[in-house]
């Protein structure tokens, strides 16, 4: 049973990776990635390609969430089968009731809210700091998400008729925003450094 117990604190861990990640993604400012490319930075080449095709990146996360909340759901059940048997419960419609109520709160606290509001707090530093795994699950998983995304691809285009567009580099409001606050507050060691550096960016587009 602890080994049990112990493979699922694996899994919700895992779980609130790939959740975080997600997130992260997502609320990081491109432009700051940008930057850190532009300076050299080994987080900032690497976050930088994965922003070019988002629709990847966030599909290895969602391959890396489903493998782990189904790994997740077998383990749990084994779980709370021991404590179904002590009790003496031989219900099993009620047992799979309690057993889904228990794996569904634990997971959405744990491997969901929690992690989500830590990345979320400081995406960039978050994703700075786990570029190396990130990196090597992102083309773990990457095959899997390809496929799916390349299906999907498929199914809007054909069966839809729904356009796909080309990715462009694009840098929102919300991303020269957080820079210019950033600016303010001094984070940046030399103003004249990064304009320097936004000078030699491509091409911005903005929404």
Same mark, same amino acid.
Do not use: C, H, W
């Given at each position: 049973m602890l080994?049990?117990?112990?493979?699922i604190v694996i899994c919700l861990v895992f779980i609130?990776?790939?959740?975080?990640?997600?997130?992260?993604?997502?609320?990081?400012?491109?432009?700051n990635i940008e930057l850190k490319r532009k300076q050299g930075s080994y987080?900032?080449?690497?976050?930088?390609?994965?922003?070019?095709?988002?629709?990847?990146?966030?599909?290895?996360?969602?391959?890396?969430?489903?493998?782990?909340?189904?790994?997740?759901? +077998?383990?749990?059940?084994?779980?709370?089968?021991?404590f179904f048997n002590m009790a003496g419960l031989e219900n099993e419609?009620?047992? +799979? +009731?309690?057993?889904? +109520?228990?794996?569904?709160?634990?997971v959405l606290v744990i491997g969901?809210?929690?992690?989500?509001?830590?990345?979320?707090?400081?995406?960039?530093?978050?994703?700075t700091i786990l570029t190396i795994p990130i990196q090597f699950f992102y083309y773990l998983l990457y095959p899997i998400a390809k496929l799916f995304v390349r299906i999907s691809e498929f199914i809007l285009k054909y069966l839809f008729n729904v356009r796909i567009a080309e990715n462009k580099q694009?840098?929102?409001?919300?991303?020269?925003?957080?820079?210019v606050k950033q600016m303010r507050t001094g984070q940046d060691s030399d103003e004249e450094d990064v304009n320097t550096e936004l000078l030699k960016m491509p091409s911005i587009f903005l929404r």
């Open positions: 080994t049990t117990a112990l493979y609130g990776f790939f959740s975080g990640i997600e997130i992260a993604f997502v609320s990081a400012s491109k432009l987080a900032g080449k690497v976050l930088s390609r994965f922003m070019e095709t988002p629709a990847t990146f966030i599909g290895t996360s969602l391959v890396g969430i489903n493998i782990g909340l189904v790994v997740y759901g +077998l383990l749990m059940t084994e779980f709370t089968d021991v419609y009620l047992r +799979l +009731l309690i057993d889904t +109520l228990i794996a569904t709160a634990v969901e809210f929690i992690p989500k509001a830590i990345f979320r707090a400081k995406p960039e530093t978050t994703l694009v840098y929102s409001r919300i991303d020269l925003e957080q820079f």
